[in-house]
């Protein structure tokens, strides 16, 4: 079919909104790894008021029909906060990104990702980073390894042939990212259990577990570590208060106590892992759908969460302790003691680390000293507008 026969129309009405979220059903219902995300989630997603992200970004959103069939859609969105972090960490003046892209075809990819960039040259762009989907707290990347198995909660998947036609676009690779699996039913080698049993000897340490009843108390240490802990990496922009608000709210049902440890040093809270069960396992039964039944399978099984894996989507050290021995000591007591908490209260055999950058060696090491390995990979590009 030639160029001319695809038509890429601006996103403008409710029916043309829906479109946009049905087509990612439509287009991955074949391929048995992908979870339908929850119809709910979708749409609170790319809908201002209901996702903080687009207080500080500008989007437009996408689709491609063939005659009358969508036949893919795209986002271009320019987040504000990316705007003015150092060019040298990833994001910075000039830079915009495209994102949530599906699509039956090269030709059609190719439309959609030129329609993309025509949108961020004219909000005055000069460069972009893809695929963001919206923010780089949510799904940023494009799945490169690992399409034979499901995602974890929050973690994205994509047609594998999306590489090919992405990268036949002019993009180039700016950065991988990894996810970390590891077998958690056993104990890690003896010099973890080393390096844990003298931190429990210690009486400056304290590891304790986060508590409900002091959610929001919980949620701004948190918060504080990871502003601090992640403001040097790559790609970083800061979480907004009211971001923090809305993940909380978001999470919330998913937290437990005793998956999400605070590290303390001489009573200061320095470090933290967060460890949430694999949503994805009882809403891959439900294909996105609450109702009419699927809020009972989820009901149930948030009651009490029983399943296979967990995964570890956030974990920060103060930047002040990067890079120490005590940093790591503390890094393997949380992961030893959410080991254990995992096993034992939820059945839990598998565990998930990610995502991590590839250049991001202290994650690394940590990752190569509990005997886990990359299952998959995550590639972010770029592109000279």
């Not at 695929?131 to 399409?147: C, D, T």
């Not at 034979?148 to 973690?155: G, L, R, S, Y």
């Not at 059945?347 to 090491?365: F, I, K, P, Y």
Request: proline content about 6%.
């Amino acid at each position: 079919m030639s160029a001319e026969q695809i038509v890429i129309t601006p996103v403008s009405s409710k029916r043309e909104r829906k479109q946009f979220i049905d087509c990612a059903y439509r287009l991955n219902a074949s391929d048995p790894n992908w979870v339908p995300p929850l119809r709910s989630e979708a749409r609170d997603l790319i809908t201002p008021g209901k996702n903080p992200f687009h207080e500080h970004a500008r989007m437009q959103l996408f689709l491609a029909k063939r005659g009358d069939e969508v036949v893919g859609r795209i986002s271009a969105h320019i987040d504000e906060l990316a705007l003015t972090q150092p060019p040298e960490q990833g994001m910075g003046p000039g830079t915009g990104n495209w994102g949530l892209l599906e699509a039956v075809d090269q030709q059609v990819t190719h439309a959609l990702i030129e329609t993309a960039e025509h949108w961020l040259r004219d909000q005055g762009m000069t460069r972009v980073l893809a695929p963001i989907s919206l923010s780089v707290w949510e799904e940023p990347g494009l799945l490169i390894k690992g399409h034979d198995h499901p995602p974890t909660v929050m973690m994205g998947h994509n047609d594998a042939r999306h590489q090919g036609w992405i990268e036949s676009a002019d993009y180039t690779l700016a950065k991988r990212l990894f996810a970390y699996e590891l077998d958690i039913s056993t104990p890690f080698p003896p010099l973890i259990e080393r390096i844990v049993k003298s931190g429990e000897r210690s009486s400056k340490i304290n590891i304790r577990g986060a508590e409900l009843k002091h959610f929001d108390r919980d949620a701004e240490i948190i918060l504080s570590i990871l502003n601090d802990a992640w403001s040097d990496n790559w790609g970083f922009v800061p979480f907004t208060e009211h971001e923090v608000e809305h993940v909380g709210k978001a999470l919330k049902p998913l937290v437990r106590e005793d998956l999400i440890m605070i590290a303390e040093l001489e009573g200061e809270p320095v470090a933290f892992m967060m460890t949430l069960p694999n949503l994805n396992e009882p809403v891959a039964k439900i294909d996105g759908k609450l109702f009419p039944f699927g809020w009972l399978t989820m009901l149930r099984w948030l009651r009490q969460p029983n399943c296979r894996t967990m995964r570890v989507p956030l974990m920060g050290v103060v930047k002040r302790l990067q890079s120490s021995r005590m940093a790591s000591q503390l890094a393997f007591m949380m992961i030893e003691y959410i080991r254990r908490n995992a096993t034992a209260n939820y059945g839990a055999t598998r565990g998930e680390l990610g995502w991590v950058l590839e250049d991001n060696q202290g994650m690394v090491a940590i990752a190569d000293a509990i005997d886990s390995t990359v299952n998959k990979e995550y590639a972010i590009y770029e592109k000279t507008l």
